[in-house]
């Protein structure tokens, strides 16, 4: 039986201006992502519009591809497989599981014999070699988890404050929609996912030998997701709990669960100056399931977090370079950038009273510039809620629209 495919339609949109450039389009993001049904998505798009294309196709975590181990067997393949006197499209799902493959792709597109496509979970494949190899002949998508609308969207359901906190649990890998919505189904899922991505993409990949160590680093950061980390204070801190890790292991660490895209590093920006401070960033998950699966979950302890986690996820969504933004002593959540335009956002779980609202909104209020400022809440709110021309706007709202 065929498979259904869920259109993305944002994905699709970024990619389809290069479709026929002689350029490599490469797809990135965390494992089961939905990164193979962008793949797919795209064929059918080339498919309509030009039926009688050929396509090549390879996946690597099929076993009928595994004797694809190399730059020299990829090459081989394609060439047996390029049909003439059509135009020929590749396409190669997680590539980085064949050994020196940029030098394949280098040749192919000096020959320009095909238009390339390809999907990778680990961010050191867009570093080192292929950087060198294929430098500006490249050009990377992104791609993130189910946004709010998107969630709504697969599992047919309406928009509502019920639903947005099961989106804030479950998260947004796109196979729960095969799984429904029960959280003690999906977590059994997303348990058995979370060993996979750190055995196969951060474990193996980076070589790491003490495994319980890493864990240990993980459940640390689900319990202080959107805090301001050092890798010295996360070591003092581990510590202090009898789990003894080096600082420079905590560094390999973070960085090896950020090329896995399991996580996302934030750094710490000057308001005015744009400086980047190089001590204190803060890390948020990919997927908010993912982060919930690592500890018993506890919503009421944890809204602020998650929240503060699903708007960053927001951001990125929509092509955001995003910032913990610093002003004097005061500390602004997000500071975000697009196209020389920027936005402030503040997170709060509610505005209870007076000391939470002045906090919250006078950190905004002193930023001298007039780019939008938000204060985001769980409150209900009416749309045009103000205070000194800063927005509040309701979660709910904001995941359903673009800012």
Not at 199 to 206: A, F, I, M, N, Y
Not at 317 to 346: H, P
């Amino acid at each position: 039986m065929k498979e259904k495919l869920i259109l993305r339609q944002q994905y699709i949109d970024k990619i389809r201006p290069f479709i026929g450039r002689d350029l490599v389009k490469i797809i990135t993001g965390q494992r089961r992502i939905g990164k193979s049904y962008m793949l797919k998505q795209l064929i059918e798009e080339i498919k309509k519009s030009s039926p009688q294309t050929n396509i090549i196709y390879i996946d690597k975590e099929l076993e009928e591809f595994s004797g694809i181990r190399n730059n020299e067997d990829l090459h081989k393949y394609v060439r047996e497989h390029l049909a003439k006197e059509k135009d020929n499209f590749l396409f190669i799902d997680e590539i980085q599981e064949i050994e020196s493959f940029q030098r394949c792709i280098r040749s192919l597109l000096n020959q320009k014999e095909c238009d390339i496509y390809c999907t990778g979970s680990n961010a050191t494949m867009l570093s080192g070699e292929i950087a060198t190899l294929l430098a500006g002949r490249y050009i990377e998508f992104p791609i993130h988890g189910l946004s709010y609308p998107e969630f709504l969207e697969f599992n047919q359901i309406a928009n509502s404050n019920e639903n947005l906190n099961l989106y804030l649990t479950l998260g947004g890998m796109p196979y729960q929609y095969h799984l429904g919505l029960d959280p003690a189904i999906v977590f059994e899922y997303l348990k058995s996912l979370y060993s996979t991505i750190l055995l196969k993409d951060v474990v193996s990949r980076e070589n790491i030998r003490n495994v319980s160590l890493l864990e240990n680093l993980v459940t640390h950061l689900a319990d202080n997701t959107g805090s301001l980390f050092s890798a010295q204070n996360i070591s003092k801190y581990l510590k202090s709990q009898r789990i003894n890790i080096p600082t420079q292991s905590v560094i390999n660490y973070l960085r090896a669960l950020t090329n896995a895209y399991f996580i996302h590093k934030v750094s710490r920006a000057d308001i005015q100056g744009l400086k980047i401070f190089e001590i204190g960033e803060k890390f948020y998950f990919e997927d908010l399931g993912l982060r919930n699966s690592i500890r018993p979950f506890n919503y009421r302890s944890d809204i602020g977090k998650l929240m503060e986690n699903a708007v960053y996820l927001h951001l990125i969504r929509n092509s955001y370079t995003v910032y913990v933004g610093k002003s004097g002593d005061k500390e602004i959540d997000f500071m975000a950038e697009k196209a020389g335009e920027k936005l402030y956002v503040q997170v709060a779980y509610q505005l209870g009273d007076e000391n939470i609202i002045k906090r919250e909104f006078g950190n905004l209020s002193g930023i001298p510039d007039n780019y939008p400022k938000y204060v985001v809440t769980m409150d209900e709110i009416q749309p045009t809620n103000t205070y000194r021309g800063i927005r509040q706007v309701g979660l709910k709202d904001l995941l359903m629209n673009t800012i």
